[in-house]
């Protein structure tokens, strides 16, 4: 989790135009003939309950028309998806696409204006159904009654961690290896470590102007829940790290709990039910994420996965990353939104040797096709990080800011 505002980070790729719904809309003033840029209707697709559809540009340009970029857009319901991509990979739902090529025309052998042809279509993926039970057994053979069937875990919630229905995509059960539900009064200290700016006495961790402590106001357990919180103190206090080269005055102390140590694991299922601060103006931010156990570079080239982080200046969404110095368009989506991210709701990360997908509710939010000469950011173990502080950049603290802010945790559970 690097401290970035998300709408500065992602600018180049995300400074879209706003969605047309119908058919073509073209720049070029009207003229005889067929259109330069031909957006072409998109068919249902089906596959497996455990696989995905690529969704692309597809369009056809006359003679004379350079093509600079075709890209789409996805939306499924009120969330987006992906915005400003060359290809999208979608599990089995309804969404709407929109397609955007932009182009520039030759006219008497002179290269003409940059224009943008759009068009918004609905596109289905259906579910193919499940095989037909082999009915060629003896007939003295006793059937067994029907099992439920499996459902795809990226595109729902467990009910616990253990004895769940959930399955992977090659249709095997995931196997639990660790859950915590937070029903004591205290954190369990044989699975967390409350984090502490204090640990590194030079530049020690934090995200904003904040300080993060080992105390009960700032990370604490009950009602069922883990609670970090951000809070600013009466008065201004010296903390151990907290500056560039070490000290600092801050006023705000903050609660963030790892694993390290204790728990980390390779690839898997990983699910969060959390809720983020009632904080609706710039000034929070909180984050649920893995971090490598041993990073073996510097950040970002050793990995790194936020899962969903909370900037308070957008107060209906959730926003993922997949970190590891590569970039393209899916290894992030500023569009996730949700009617209430200050309620309880899941986030869930599924990672293979080649895919890391995070979806939020049951709805994907980012699937990524980890790039072939970088994997190796994403081969060692990794540690579970929660965190809740100050924002930074764009998301930076103000005069409106409440003076506290708390994450709410009601489980994390851990398959694989």
């Known amino acids: 989790m690097r401290h970035i505002d998300p709408a500065r980070r992602t600018r180049a790729v995300l400074v879209a135009a706003s ?3 119908g058919g073509i809309a073209v ?18 697709r089906t596959v497996s309950a455990s696989a995905t559809a690529a969704v692309a540009p597809r369009y056809s340009a006359r003679k004379g028309v ?16 992906v915005k400003g991509v060359r290809q999208a990979r979608v599990p089995a739902g309804s969404y709407t696409v929109t397609t955007k090529v932009t182009y520039r025309e030759t006219r008497k052998g002179r290269l003409g204006p940059v224009r943008t042809a759009r068009r918004t279509q609905a596109f289905r993926v259906n579910a193919a159904p499940a095989p037909t039970p082999s009915t060629s057994a003896p007939a003295t053979t006793t059937t067994p009654a029907p099992a439920v069937a499996p459902v795809s ?12 229905s959930l399955v992977k995509p090659d249709g095997t059960a995931w196997a639990c290896t ?23 006495a030079v530049d020690g961790y934090q ?7 080992d105390d009960p106001d700032n990370v604490s357990v009950s009602g069922g829940a883990l609670r970090l919180t951000v809070r600013k103190e009466s008065a201004p206090f010296t903390c151990r790290g907290a500056g560039p080269t070490g000290d600092a005055r801050v006023q705000h102390t903050a609660g963030s709990v ?3 140590g204790m728990f980390a694991q390779a690839r898997g299922r990983v699910e969060f039910r959390a809720a983020f601060p009632a904080t609706k103006v710039a000034g929070h931010h909180g984050a649920l994420w893995l971090y490598p156990s041993n990073p073996a570079a510097a950040f970002p080239y050793s990995g790194e996965i936020d899962v969903a982080e909370f900037y308070s200046q957008y107060p209906d969404r959730a926003i993922p990353y997949v970190h590891y110095g590569h970039w393209d368009p899916s290894v992030t989506n500023n569009y996730c939104t949700m009617p209430d991210p200050t309620a309880f709701n899941t986030y869930t990360l599924e990672w293979t040797p080649s895919t890391i997908s995070i979806a939020y509710n049951g709805v994907p939010c980012v699937t990524h096709e980890v790039s072939e000469s970088a994997k190796a950011a994403f081969e060692g173990e990794f540690m579970l990080v929660m965190t809740q502080g100050l924002g930074a950049g764009g998301n930076a603290v103000t005069s409106a800011t409440p003076d506290v802010g708390t994450t709410s945790v009601d489980y994390v559970r851990v398959w694989k």
């Open 19 to 21: 969605l047309v719904v």
């Open 27 to 44: 720049g070029a003033p009207a003229h005889a003939g067929p259109s330069a840029v031909t957006i072409k209707t998109l068919s249902a």
């Open 66 to 81: 350079r093509v600079k970029k075709a890209t789409v857009d996805v939306r499924r319901g009120s969330a987006w998806m």
């Open 153 to 164: 875990s990226l595109a729902s919630t467990s009910t616990s961690c253990r004895g769940s």
């Open 178 to 200: 660790f859950d915590d539900e937070f029903d004591g009064t205290e954190l369990d200290r044989t699975r967390w470590l409350p984090q502490q700016t204090a640990f590194n």
């Open 207 to 213: 995200i904003g102007a904040d300080c993060f402590v």
């Open 258 to 260: 790892s694993t390290v």
